[in-house]
């Protein structure tokens, strides 16, 4: 672990803040560390709502092992520990919820133009403003399983190296105003305690609906799907019930996608909806 003062990261503020009958968030934010979900892992008997920040990541980690541009002050480097009941075969749907959270963070602080990639990526002008990593541990083992969220969210950059700068942008870039990170850190968690109380009382039809009426990937979007062994391309209809991507393809079959990297083939002509 990356620390660059020894063993364990500076730890710069710590609170707890209870947001529901059902959440209480622990929070820690750090000088510099690795990775926040790295470190989050590391802290095997954290209890659920413990969420680690970071002013900088020397190591912020994407999914499918990409690297997660992490520069001091720039983004909200985040991760969440929950720790759901053992037995509940929904953890997928987990990501569209923290999907919904961020994109209701940005459209309570006036960012309209919020789009919804499956899973979990959202997109400003067709470009990535947040990156969102789930992961989980001690699956097998007794006790709950331990799912972390890790969300990056780009919020003051002015540029970005290459080759990011052709695919991301940042709320700086897309409004004009800067915003602390601890301030988006804090409104995120309200909008993701509300959508994880939902989670939790199986609102599996309200997450659907509201990922879906956010995301204009949801439906009738030409696409093509890079998946571990194959790419297909075809046209979106829709999420199944556990939160997987259905796509017709041109051979007319309707192909489930539990996991791949989507991408569009043709610009948006319209702005994805807003209200459920
Ligand atoms: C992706 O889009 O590939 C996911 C990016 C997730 C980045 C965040 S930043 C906070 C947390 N710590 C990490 O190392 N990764 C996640």
């Excluded at 560390?33 to 008997?45: A, F, G, I, R």
């Excluded at 940005?106 to 960012?111: C, D, E, N, P, S």
């Excluded at 509201?210 to 949801?218: F, G, K, N, Q």
Aim: charge should be neutral.
């Amino acid at each position: 672990m990356d620390t660059r003062r020894g063993r364990w990261p500076v730890v710069l503020g710590y609170r707890s803040v209870r947001i529901s009958n059902f959440m209480v968030f622990h929070i820690s934010h750090l000088a510099i560390v690795d990775s926040t979900n790295t470190y989050l892992k590391s802290l095997v008997d954290a209890p659920e709502g413990t969420c680690v920040s970071a002013d900088e990541q020397t190591a912020g980690r994407g999914r499918q092992n990409r690297n997660w541009h992490s520069a001091p002050g720039e983004g909200l480097y985040l991760s969440i520990l929950l720790r759901p009941p053992r037995g509940r075969t929904d953890l997928p749907l987990l990501s569209l919820t923290a999907a919904i959270a961020v994109a209701e963070t940005f459209l309570a602080i006036g960012l309209e133009k919020i789009d919804l990639k499956w899973p979990n990526d959202l997109l400003c002008s067709e470009r990535k403003i947040c990156g969102i990593l789930v992961e989980t541990a001690g699956l097998n083992q007794g006790g709950s399983p331990r799912v972390i969220v890790g969300i990056g969210v780009n919020l003051n950059q002015r540029a970005f190296p290459p080759p990011l700068d052709t695919t991301a942008t940042s709320l700086l870039i897309e409004s004009g105003a800067a915003m602390g990170a601890a301030t988006f850190r804090d409104l995120l968690l309200e909008r993701f305690s509300e959508w994880y109380d939902c989670w939790r009382e199986e609102g599996r039809e309200q997450i659907l609906t509201r990922w879906t009426a956010l995301s204009s990937y949801a439906t009738g979007r030409e696409v093509s799907v890079k998946l571990e062994s194959e790419s297909l391309t075809g046209i979106t209809e829709g999420l199944n019930r556990d939160g997987a991507l259905l796509v017709r393809t041109v051979d007319g079959d309707l192909r489930t996608i539990i996991a791949g990297e989507v991408s569009r083939l043709r610009p948006v002509n319209c702005a994805p909806k807003k209200e459920a």
